[in-house]
């Protein structure tokens, strides 16, 4: 893996024909939709002599392709948006082409984002940079694999339920969900509004905390960001760390258990103060999240009807069935689960019993929260119940797949910012990250107190 | 164990636009049972009294200037991302 700093002494053009070889040497781990060769390549061009300048001059990154951009198609991994090539950039990847970064491709990922293992791609699975029988994790599966394997020293990805934080954990880099409005969304492929959130990966804390102080901001185009709170200069002392005790079952994998307890030991070692407690609503938060995100899927997933942009089925004599085919050939299988879940729930009969009721429960788990944030500075735990699992391991079970979210989701519920950070390896030599979480808008003492760590 | 009716199941594929065949609405039905199983568990959760959370920023009322802004993006750019199109219009097939 390379960190920025790594890339400082060398010219752009070297840095990203470097980046583009490590690319294409690393071609059968499927990490990359696409290559951007020919905009990077005259983006360092300009670089080189002078013309663009700002922090990450030269610096290579990679976009999950749910973020448009230019230079090659957006495809949100489907076949609906195979050839799309969208007409603006997100303000996200325009933010850091500002800061002279050098986009080099689009990573794969879970078709729409709807997926914990990128095994829902439309254009097959990503491999895990640590075991290619194993699965990267998902949604932004292609992001953490790219970086994890050095082909660049960064990458934007998306996280509704987990999906940064646990491709991150299951490769061994660290990954940063903010607070819920922190980054706009302008120009990304929506999945569930009410929880989708812009983050990124990267080899350490610090390079992580630069991009995210580059991407953050209000932005008039997504009236949903919050006024600018983040200050990347905050430093921490010691601090009052909550250890969730229903994570510590034997549901979950004892490796796992193992990589969290050593971390809570060197938490303990660095002079912080960690405490178990108890989150009763937990039991609960993986049904919320599978009602409220489907929900806002199926309305999401609606725009694509083969009508003004992406794929429209052919031979068809009706308009109806433009729609029907068009969606039918599109969509992923997940996709349409996804849609008849959300539409299920919110159909009149059932509203109140699934829809009204998970957003009660959702008020519930804020205030368990808020109580929690009371005392403690943040709270520590896994990011996901095991390690990388196989690929096909869970492909046949809906809801099997869908545990592998459980200990992500309820930040994304509570909009809380929440990271993950290696915390070592198993015997197998697969990596184990830990999940740390903190109030709203208290991102930059999180990153703070995870780069604490990172240098002990 | 929850049990769907697949001629629910077809009415839903129906309402959300997918035109699915036999094989698919036999498969999704059981994948919709399998999740409604884990979901109804919410059920048990005392909820009464409780307001529901629907948004998580506390911003209200977001306003701008409202100022005439030029487009970055051009209608021969939006037309030439539909699948089809004439004479400056997005064409389909015909509505019945």
Redesign the interface.
């Known amino acids: 893996m390379k960190s920025i700093a790594n890339y400082k002494s060398f010219s752009a053009r070297e840095n990203i024909e470097e980046a583009l070889r490590q690319a294409e040497k690393n071609e059968d781990y499927h990490a990359l939709l696409s290559l951007t060769s020919e905009r990077a390549l005259e983006r360092a061009d300009a670089v080189d002599r002078g013309e663009i300048t700002g922090e990450l001059a030269g610096i290579p990154f990679v976009i999950k392709d749910n973020f448009s951009a230019f230079g090659a198609p957006t495809t949100a991994a489907s076949k609906m948006l195979e050839n ?2 969208a ?2 950039q997100a303000t996200a990847v325009e933010k850091l082409e500002n800061a002279g970064a050098i986009c080099i491709g689009k990573t794969n990922l879970d078709a729409f984002a709807n997926g914990s293992s990128t095994e829902n791609s439309a254009f097959g699975p990503t491999l895990n940079s640590h075991d290619k029988t194993r699965v990267a994790g998902g949604s932004s599966g292609g992001s953490a694999v790219a970086v994890a394997l050095g082909i660049v020293p960064f990458a934007l990805g998306t996280d509704t339920g987990g999906s940064i934080r646990q491709p991150a954990s299951f490769n061994g880099v660290v990954g940063v969900k903010p607070t ?2 922190m980054v706009s969304r302008f120009g990304v492929v929506a999945m569930a509004n ?1 929880t989708d959130c812009i983050g990124c990966f990267a080899t350490n804390v610090s390079d992580a905390k630069l991009i995210m102080s580059i991407i953050s901001g209000r932005d ?1 185009r997504d ?2 960001t ?1 006024p600018d709170y983040f200050n990347p200069d905050v430093s921490v002392v010691k601090q009052k760390i909550g250890l969730i005790r229903e994570w510590f079952t034997d549901d979950v994998n004892s490796d796992v258990r193992t990589a969290v307890s050593s971390y809570v030991d060197r938490l303990r070692q660095a002079g912080h103060e960690v405490e178990e407690v108890n989150m009763p ?1 937990l039991s ?1 938060t ?3 999240y ?2 409220i995100v489907p929900a806002e899927i ?1 309305s999401n997933l ?1 725009r694509y ?8 089925a052919s031979g ?10 068009s ?2 050939q599109g ?1 992923e ?1 997940e996709n ?2 996804r ?3 959300g ?3 919110l ?1 009149s009969g059932y509203f109140d ?2 829809y ?9 788990l ?1 205030q368990e929260y808020d109580k929690l944030f009371k005392v403690y500075d943040a709270l520590v735990g896994p990011v996901s119940p095991s390690p990388a699992f196989g690929i096909g391991e869970y492909t046949n ?3 099997e797949m ?1 545990l592998a979210d459980i200990m992500t989701v309820p930040a994304s519920l ?2 809380l910012p929440a990271l993950s950070v290696p915390a070592g390896m198993n015997d197998q030599g697969l990596p184990i990250g830990v999940q740390l979480i903190a109030n ?1 808008k208290k991102d930059a003492t999180l990153m703070a107190l995870a780069k604490s760590m990172e240098e002990k | 164990m929850t049990q769907i009716a697949q001629k629910d ?1 077809q009415h ?9 065949d036999d094989n ?1 609405i036999q ?2 039905t059981s ?2 049972e ?12 005392d ?1 009464q009294g ?8 506390d ?1 209200t009322n ?1 306003f ?1 200037e409202d100022e005439v802004q030029t487009s ?2 051009s209608r021969e ?2 037309l030439s ?4 199109s004439q004479d400056n219009q ?1 064409k ?5």
């Open positions: 799309y090539n007409p603006l819920y409005g009410s008039e009236m949903t919050l609503i609960h993986l049904a919320m599978y009602i199926s609606a009807d083969g009508v003004r942009y992406g794929k429209r068809v004599k009706t308009l109806a069935e433009l729609y029907g085919k969606r039918e969509f299988a349409q689960r849609i008849l879940i539409s299920y729930v159909s019993a699934f009204q009721q998970a957003q009660k429960a959702r008020t519930l804020i079970n809906p809801v869908y509570a909009g709203r | 199941v839903l594929a129906q309402l959300a636009q997918l035109q699915l698919e498969t999704l994948d919709l399998l999740t409604l199983d884990y979901i109804e568990s919410l059920a048990e959760l909820t409780v307001e529901p959370t629907y948004q998580l920023t911003l977001v701008r970055e993006v750019q939006l991302l539909a699948p089809e997005i389909v097939p015909k509505v019945l």
